[in-house]
């Protein structure tokens, strides 16, 4: 592919750390990725309208509040909505391992916890791209 | 629907298609373009610039509502610097335009500068062309004054705003040697810190001395944070316009645009032939050795190169 692969970081939820957030947005240009960041305390509705103005290929979205059984199924709803269901979508952030079964299921591609290294994160976006 | 009859009708994920292919130089794209074309130029298109952490897109956000409430149609390109090391970046300017994502007649569209080299101004004005097209009544371009690539893409605007911050001091100087000339608008932002009356003031002496001028560009002091002086900068941007089309400025500033475009887009077409044409023949690479042998010399080889693309078709 000779255009860089674009990615929408952002952060929904109430909580106000983005550093996670951040630190993935930098491994990700690192790796030669676009990113486009969309800062803090994001809504679902905001998240995607940005995905799509942005034409992105990944989405992915870091939540420490523990709200993310609801945002993140939201965004992928909103997402096939928009009839942009070939957009890959992650997400990162606390998040029990027994939330992840279900999450999957509601179309998140994947999920990482804290202490994964981001160069797994990085393969999982290069190998599983929609499009 | 095809996407050209999508964009026309104001599809929100058309248009963003359509900038991603204009950015991928997409052949389709251009097809679509230049079935549009007629359809283009009447946004009025603002270029936003000057030095990083002044406040562009702060600002940027808050003409944007201003425009909002007229209810006009807004397109937003916000240009950030891509890392000429790894081809990555981090385009963080709508965290400054986050309630605009959920405002529909509001279209923002980030863009590094990749390696475009001159390509750059070639994916802003192709954004520019599709945002036109999606039927929006302004649009903004936002980049960073520094190079002249850069300066190259603000100058494609219709007006140029400048920012400036207080306490730039010698840094006036600096900026004045390549991009004072360049703005129709100069807006001293952060106008809550100290200095910034002294800013506004330094700026005027210095446009008063550009004897040439004919109109002289209008100095205001703004505080985006706090949307302060933002009517009064939509004014004066608007006034710009109707000066423009009084004077008939308008007209030839675009016919100044376009000749620079056209140029810079053939140039890169004939650059583009000669290298396939090398792929497949190798004319460049003989040419070329025969060069450093001093076997012909360049001005000849570079007519015979252009000799060797005359029947091919684009
Ligand atoms: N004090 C003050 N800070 C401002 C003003 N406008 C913007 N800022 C701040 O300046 C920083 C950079 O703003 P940003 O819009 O991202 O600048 P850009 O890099 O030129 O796009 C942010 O922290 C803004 O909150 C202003 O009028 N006054
Ligand atoms: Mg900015």
Redesign the pocket.
């Known amino acids: 592919m000779d255009r860089p692969i674009r990615v929408l970081v952002a952060k929904p939820g109430l909580d106000g750390h983005d550093r996670g957030a951040k630190v993935i947005a930098r491994a990700l240009r690192d790796a030669g990725m676009e990113v486009i960041y969309t800062g803090l305390r994001q809504t679902p509705e905001q998240i995607v309208s940005a995905a799509i103005q942005e034409d992105v290929d990944v989405v992915a979205m870091s939540i420490l509040s523990g709200a993310h059984n609801h945002l993140f199924p939201k965004v992928v709803e909103l997402m096939k909505e928009e009839g942009a269901d070939d957009v890959l979508i992650i997400g990162g952030g606390v998040i029990p391992d027994d939330d992840i079964p279900g999450l999957k299921e509601a179309g998140v591609a994947e999920l990482f916890t804290p202490g994964t290294p981001t160069t797994d994160v990085i393969d999982f976006i290069k190998t599983n791209l929609k499009r | 629907m095809k996407l050209a009859e999508r964009l026309l009708d104001g599809d929100r994920r058309a248009c963003a298609r359509l900038i991603s292919m204009v950015e991928n130089n997409d052949k389709e794209a251009i097809e679509i373009i230049k079935e549009l074309y007629k359809h283009t130029g009447n946004a009025h298109v603002i270029g936003i610039t ?10 940027t956000d808050k003409l944007a509502k201003a425009l909002r409430k007229e209810n006009k149609k807004v397109g937003i390109i916000a240009v950030d610097p891509t890392s000429p090391f790894t081809g990555g970046s981090i385009l963080g ?1 709508r965290v ?1 335009m986050s309630d605009l994502a959920l405002d529909s007649g509001v279209f923002i569209r980030s863009m590094g500068t990749r390696g475009h080299l001159g390509g750059l101004s070639k994916a802003t004005q192709g954004a520019v062309k599709v945002l036109d097209i999606f039927g929006c009544d302004y649009i903004f371009i ?1 980049t ?1 004054g520094v190079g002249q690539s850069e300066v190259d893409i603000v100058k494609t605007a219709d007006t140029v705003v400048l ?1 400036m911050v207080p306490g730039l001091g010698d840094d006036i100087q600096a900026i004045k040697a390549g991009t004072m000339e360049i703005g129709d608008i100069f807006a001293v ?5 100290f200095g910034a009356p002294k800013t506004a003031t330094e700026i005027k002496m210095m446009l008063d001395m550009n004897p040439n001028m004919e109109r002289k560009p209008p100095v205001l002091q ?5 949307n302060e002086g933002m009517d009064n900068l939509v004014d004066e941007i608007k006034k710009h316009m109707s000066y423009m089309q009084e004077a008939n400025k308008l007209q030839k500033r675009r016919e100044s645009n376009a000749k620079t475009e056209i140029i810079k887009l053939a140039e890169e077409e004939i650059i583009s032939l000669i290298l396939r044409k090398n792929e497949t023949m190798g004319l460049l690479d003989d040419i070329a050795k025969g060069v450093a042998m001093r076997e012909i010399d360049p001005y000849s080889a570079r007519d015979k190169i252009l000799d060797s693309i005359k029947d091919i078709t684009i």
């Open positions: 000057g030095p990083p952490g002044g406040g562009k897109s702060t600002l300017d400054r936002e960073v920012i932002n952060k106008s809550d810190l703004v505080i985006a944070t706090k």
